[in-house]
């Protein structure tokens, strides 16, 4: 007998956590950022961020070892997930193909291949900015599949313009900037609560068990939390670890830093 997962995180590796803690087609949503695997420099001053406000400690895969990972931690998602479940990978394009092939042989069905457009990328001088990060969004049974197309808008409603509503919140290039965490404590990256609800809203109802397995500073936990859903999540790193923890106890969206 597994215990209850709900509303708890592990300072664990999550692929032999969730072997351990997670029972089959346990999970109704799945939404995880994973390891770049190209040798990110956490304390670099990227994106006009203070290193003394970052945490230490990010976990990087080689890339050599990049596929196998893939296959063991998708492998287990795979056990996990509910038919009925949705699961939301964002990546960047180093590794890309390694997750669709991993997909594909865990048997996912990919429904759509989402863009997240965001507002700024890091300068180059050889190559093009890369402003853009992919969001794979796939499922199991694509008859139980879940999918509430108006969860945030109504049929009818319209936009701005005068177009529908649900339409265009619905097409498949999302632009939603990320977030500035000015003096407050911070992981090198974390996705913005905006996109978190967005996905929330579209594949989950209140009540529903939202897992990370690679959770970081606790994004996708907090926004579920304030969403009134379930949450279960894994993260490798201590001290990620730890300021989701403080996070999730104090119900604060953000932590101030000591200078």
Not at 15 to 27: E, K, L, Q, Y
Request: glycine letters at 8%; charged letters at 25%.
């Amino acid at each position: 007998m597994f215990p209850d997962i709900s509303d708890r995180i592990f300072n664990e590796d999550c692929i032999t956590g969730m072997a351990r803690h997670v029972p089959d087609a346990s999970i109704d949503l799945v939404i995880t950022d994973p390891p770049f695997g190209i040798e990110f420099q956490a304390k670099r001053g990227n994106y006009n961020r203070k290193g003394n406000r970052v945490l230490d400690g990010y976990s990087e895969v080689k890339g050599g070892d990049y596929l196998e990972f893939t296959r063991a931690w998708l492998a287990q998602v795979r056990r996990v997930l509910k038919p009925e479940g949705s699961l939301y990978i964002f990546s960047g394009w180093n590794y890309l193909k390694d997750l669709l092939i991993v997909l594909d042989e865990q048997r996912f069905t990919l429904v759509n291949h989402l863009i997240w457009k965001y507002q700024f990328g890091l300068v180059t001088t050889r190559k093009y900015v890369t402003s853009h990060y992919h969001i794979l969004f796939a499922g199991i049974d694509e008859k139980k599949r879940r999918f509430y197309p108006y969860a945030r808008y109504d049929k009818d409603e319209r936009s701005g313009n005068g177009g529908s509503a649900h339409y265009r919140d619905k097409e498949d290039v999302w632009n939603i900037p990320r977030e500035y965490w000015n003096g407050d404590v911070k992981t090198p990256t974390k996705l913005p609560a905006e996109i978190i609800r967005k996905i929330l809203a579209y594949s989950s109802q209140p009540g529903d068990l939202v897992l990370d397995p690679f959770l970081g500073s606790g994004q996708v936990a907090v926004v579920s939390q304030l969403e009134g859903r379930r949450y279960l999540g894994f993260e490798i790193v201590p001290a990620y670890f730890t300021f989701a923890q403080q996070r999730l106890q104090s119900g604060d969206y953000r932590l101030k830093a000591e200078d």
